[in-house]
Protein backbone atom coordinates (compact mmCIF):
# COMPACT_ATOMS: atom_id res chain seq x y z
CA UNK A 1 0.00 0.00 0.00
CA UNK A 2 1.20 3.37 -0.68
CA UNK A 3 0.14 7.40 1.09
CA UNK A 4 -0.41 8.23 -2.32
CA UNK A 5 -0.62 7.07 -5.88
CA UNK A 6 2.45 6.10 -6.98
CA UNK A 7 4.01 6.71 -10.62
CA UNK A 8 5.53 3.60 -11.88
CA UNK A 9 7.81 3.28 -14.68
CA UNK A 10 8.19 -0.42 -16.48
CA UNK A 11 11.83 -0.50 -17.81
CA UNK A 12 11.44 -3.06 -20.65
CA UNK A 13 7.88 -1.67 -21.47
CA UNK A 14 9.26 1.65 -21.76
CA UNK A 15 6.12 3.28 -20.50
CA UNK A 16 5.39 5.29 -17.23
CA UNK A 17 1.96 5.34 -15.45
CA UNK A 18 0.59 7.55 -12.81
CA UNK A 19 -1.99 5.99 -10.59
CA UNK A 20 -5.22 7.07 -9.36
CA UNK A 21 -6.71 6.65 -5.37
CA UNK A 22 -8.38 3.38 -6.36
CA UNK A 23 -5.17 2.14 -8.34
CA UNK A 24 -6.10 2.28 -11.75
CA UNK A 25 -4.15 4.45 -14.34
CA UNK A 26 -4.80 8.17 -14.73
CA UNK A 27 -1.74 9.19 -16.85
CA UNK A 28 0.20 7.19 -19.33
CA UNK A 29 3.10 8.00 -21.69
CA UNK A 30 6.01 6.25 -23.25
CA UNK A 31 9.44 6.93 -21.71
CA UNK A 32 13.08 6.86 -22.80
CA UNK A 33 14.93 4.78 -20.52
CA UNK A 34 18.70 3.41 -20.16
CA UNK A 35 20.77 2.11 -22.66
CA UNK A 36 21.31 -1.73 -22.39
CA UNK A 37 25.31 -1.57 -22.78
CA UNK A 38 26.42 0.37 -19.94
CA UNK A 39 24.07 3.36 -18.75
CA UNK A 40 21.08 0.76 -17.35
CA UNK A 41 18.81 2.05 -15.64
CA UNK A 42 18.79 0.57 -12.17
CA UNK A 43 15.47 -1.10 -10.15
CA UNK A 44 14.64 1.43 -6.93
CA UNK A 45 11.59 3.14 -5.45
CA UNK A 46 11.98 6.29 -4.11
CA UNK A 47 9.72 9.33 -3.02
CA UNK A 48 9.79 12.55 -5.55
CA UNK A 49 10.07 15.69 -3.17
CA UNK A 50 9.93 18.44 -5.57
CA UNK A 51 10.56 19.52 -9.57
CA UNK A 52 12.79 22.02 -11.02
CA UNK A 53 10.95 23.82 -14.21
CA UNK A 54 13.55 24.82 -16.59
CA UNK A 55 16.67 23.49 -15.00
CA UNK A 56 20.30 23.73 -15.91
CA UNK A 57 21.82 20.46 -16.63
CA UNK A 58 24.73 19.15 -14.27
CA UNK A 59 26.89 17.03 -16.55
CA UNK A 60 28.35 14.52 -14.99
CA UNK A 61 31.81 13.90 -15.36
CA UNK A 62 31.83 10.50 -17.35
CA UNK A 63 29.56 12.43 -19.83
CA UNK A 64 31.46 15.47 -20.12
CA UNK A 65 35.20 13.52 -20.22
CA UNK A 66 33.83 10.47 -22.85
CA UNK A 67 31.38 12.53 -25.30
CA UNK A 68 31.53 16.79 -24.40
CA UNK A 69 35.39 17.05 -24.45
CA UNK A 70 35.99 15.16 -27.75
CA UNK A 71 33.41 17.43 -28.98
CA UNK A 72 34.57 20.72 -27.76
CA UNK A 73 38.54 19.43 -29.09
CA UNK A 74 37.15 19.12 -32.62
CA UNK A 75 35.03 22.37 -32.94
CA UNK A 76 35.91 24.95 -30.19
CA UNK A 77 33.09 27.07 -31.02
CA UNK A 78 31.49 23.39 -29.40
CA UNK A 79 30.07 24.71 -26.06
CA UNK A 80 28.71 28.39 -27.24
CA UNK A 81 26.53 26.47 -29.80
CA UNK A 82 25.04 23.70 -27.44
CA UNK A 83 24.96 26.38 -24.48
CA UNK A 84 27.46 24.57 -22.17
CA UNK A 85 29.43 26.37 -19.49
CA UNK A 86 32.12 26.01 -17.15
CA UNK A 87 31.34 26.69 -13.22
CA UNK A 88 33.72 26.18 -10.18
CA UNK A 89 33.60 23.56 -7.59
CA UNK A 90 33.51 23.45 -3.57
CA UNK A 91 36.71 21.53 -3.79
CA UNK A 92 38.45 24.11 -6.37
CA UNK A 93 37.92 22.23 -9.86
CA UNK A 94 35.27 23.26 -12.32
CA UNK A 95 32.25 21.47 -13.56
CA UNK A 96 30.23 21.52 -17.14
CA UNK A 97 26.43 22.59 -16.77
CA UNK A 98 24.46 23.31 -19.64
CA UNK A 99 22.09 26.41 -19.20
CA UNK A 100 18.02 26.83 -19.27
CA UNK A 101 16.79 26.47 -22.76
CA UNK A 102 15.23 24.65 -25.79
CA UNK A 103 18.12 22.65 -26.57
CA UNK A 104 18.65 21.81 -22.60
CA UNK A 105 18.75 18.34 -22.43
CA UNK A 106 16.30 18.21 -19.45
CA UNK A 107 13.60 19.59 -21.75
CA UNK A 108 11.39 21.88 -19.58
CA UNK A 109 10.98 20.06 -16.19
CA UNK A 110 13.04 17.74 -14.15
CA UNK A 111 11.10 15.76 -11.19
CA UNK A 112 13.41 14.77 -8.40
CA UNK A 113 13.05 11.54 -6.18
CA UNK A 114 16.60 11.47 -4.29
CA UNK A 115 18.77 8.41 -4.74
CA UNK A 116 21.76 6.73 -4.98
CA UNK A 117 21.70 6.49 -8.57
CA UNK A 118 21.22 10.36 -9.27
CA UNK A 119 18.17 9.26 -11.58
CA UNK A 120 15.47 11.10 -12.01
CA UNK A 121 12.51 11.94 -14.76
CA UNK A 122 12.77 14.75 -16.95
CA UNK A 123 11.56 16.30 -20.28
CA UNK A 124 13.76 16.05 -23.45
CA UNK A 125 14.29 17.93 -27.02
CA UNK A 126 15.11 14.39 -28.41
CA UNK A 127 11.07 13.92 -28.84
CA UNK A 128 11.43 11.98 -32.43
CA UNK A 129 13.16 9.03 -29.77
CA UNK A 130 9.35 8.46 -28.40
CA UNK A 131 8.40 7.60 -32.13
CA UNK A 132 10.61 4.47 -31.93
CA UNK A 133 8.88 0.83 -30.82
CA UNK A 134 12.51 0.54 -28.50
CA UNK A 135 13.67 3.41 -26.51
CA UNK A 136 17.02 2.56 -24.44
CA UNK A 137 18.57 5.65 -24.99
CA UNK A 138 19.64 7.68 -22.41
CA UNK A 139 22.61 7.32 -19.27
CA UNK A 140 20.58 6.35 -16.91
CA UNK A 141 17.70 9.24 -16.24
CA UNK A 142 14.13 8.51 -17.62
CA UNK A 143 12.97 10.97 -20.29
CA UNK A 144 9.06 11.45 -19.98
CA UNK A 145 7.28 11.79 -23.22
CA UNK A 146 4.84 14.48 -21.86
CA UNK A 147 6.68 16.36 -19.01
CA UNK A 148 3.77 19.38 -19.10
CA UNK A 149 0.81 16.75 -18.31
CA UNK A 150 3.11 15.28 -15.56
CA UNK A 151 3.88 18.30 -13.94
CA UNK A 152 0.33 18.83 -14.02
CA UNK A 153 -0.68 15.18 -12.30
CA UNK A 154 2.24 15.67 -9.64
CA UNK A 155 1.45 19.17 -8.51
CA UNK A 156 -2.43 18.57 -8.71
CA UNK A 157 -2.88 19.27 -4.74
CA UNK A 158 -1.31 22.27 -5.09
CA UNK A 159 -4.35 24.45 -6.91
CA UNK A 160 -2.00 27.54 -7.42
CA UNK A 161 -0.25 25.33 -10.11
CA UNK A 162 -2.67 25.46 -12.60
CA UNK A 163 -1.99 24.46 -16.41
CA UNK A 164 -1.13 27.80 -17.40
CA UNK A 165 1.27 28.31 -15.24
CA UNK A 166 3.46 25.71 -15.52
CA UNK A 167 3.48 26.12 -18.99
CA UNK A 168 4.72 29.68 -18.59
CA UNK A 169 7.08 27.84 -15.96
CA UNK A 170 8.43 25.21 -18.35
CA UNK A 171 8.95 28.20 -20.90
CA UNK A 172 10.62 30.69 -19.12
CA UNK A 173 13.98 32.15 -18.35
CA UNK A 174 14.82 31.13 -14.99
CA UNK A 175 15.20 27.52 -12.98
CA UNK A 176 12.41 27.59 -10.55
CA UNK A 177 12.55 24.90 -7.69
CA UNK A 178 8.55 23.54 -6.35
CA UNK A 179 8.62 21.72 -3.04
CA UNK A 180 5.35 19.39 -3.03
CA UNK A 181 2.77 19.21 -0.82
CA UNK A 182 3.39 15.46 0.01
CA UNK A 183 6.50 12.77 -1.44
CA UNK A 184 5.08 11.09 -4.04
CA UNK A 185 6.23 7.31 -3.97
CA UNK A 186 8.26 6.54 -7.39
CA UNK A 187 8.65 2.76 -8.38
CA UNK A 188 11.31 2.16 -11.40
CA UNK A 189 10.68 -1.89 -11.89
CA UNK A 190 11.45 -4.57 -14.52
CA UNK A 191 8.67 -6.76 -15.77
CA UNK A 192 8.80 -8.83 -19.12
CA UNK A 193 5.50 -9.96 -18.64
CA UNK A 194 2.52 -7.40 -17.70
CA UNK A 195 -1.48 -7.69 -16.79
CA UNK A 196 -3.24 -5.05 -17.89
CA UNK A 197 -6.29 -3.58 -16.30
CA UNK A 198 -8.11 -4.80 -19.04
CA UNK A 199 -6.77 -8.60 -18.01
CA UNK A 200 -4.91 -8.71 -21.43
CA UNK A 201 -0.97 -10.06 -20.40
CA UNK A 202 1.69 -8.44 -22.45
CA UNK A 203 5.21 -9.83 -22.92
CA UNK A 204 7.90 -7.25 -23.33
CA UNK A 205 11.77 -8.04 -24.56
CA UNK A 206 14.38 -8.46 -21.82
CA UNK A 207 16.24 -5.62 -22.76
CA UNK A 208 19.20 -6.01 -19.82
CA UNK A 209 18.71 -9.32 -19.33
CA UNK A 210 17.34 -9.91 -16.71
CA UNK A 211 15.46 -12.53 -16.92
CA UNK A 212 17.77 -14.44 -19.22
CA UNK A 213 20.01 -14.22 -15.69
CA UNK A 214 17.73 -15.71 -14.01
CA UNK A 215 16.75 -18.68 -16.04
CA UNK A 216 20.47 -19.82 -15.41
CA UNK A 217 20.46 -19.44 -11.58
CA UNK A 218 17.51 -21.20 -11.64
CA UNK A 219 18.78 -24.04 -13.80
CA UNK A 220 22.19 -23.85 -11.94
CA UNK A 221 19.87 -24.55 -8.59
CA UNK A 222 18.04 -27.38 -10.24
CA UNK A 223 21.26 -29.06 -11.14
CA UNK A 224 22.33 -28.85 -7.84
CA UNK A 225 19.02 -30.21 -6.36
CA UNK A 226 19.09 -33.23 -8.39
Known amino acids: SFARPPIIVNIPEFELRALDESGHTALRMKVVVGKAYGHQTPVFSAAMTYLIFRPYWDVPESIARKELLPKAAADPEYFVKNHYETVPTTSGGSRVRQAPGPDN ?58 RERIREAMNSTQPLRVNLDAPIPVLIVYGTTVVAEDGDIRFFDDIYGYDASLARTLAAGRREWM
Open 105 to 162: ALGGVKFLFPNEYNVYLHGTPAVELFSKSRRDFSHGCIRVEKPEELAAWVLRNIPQWT
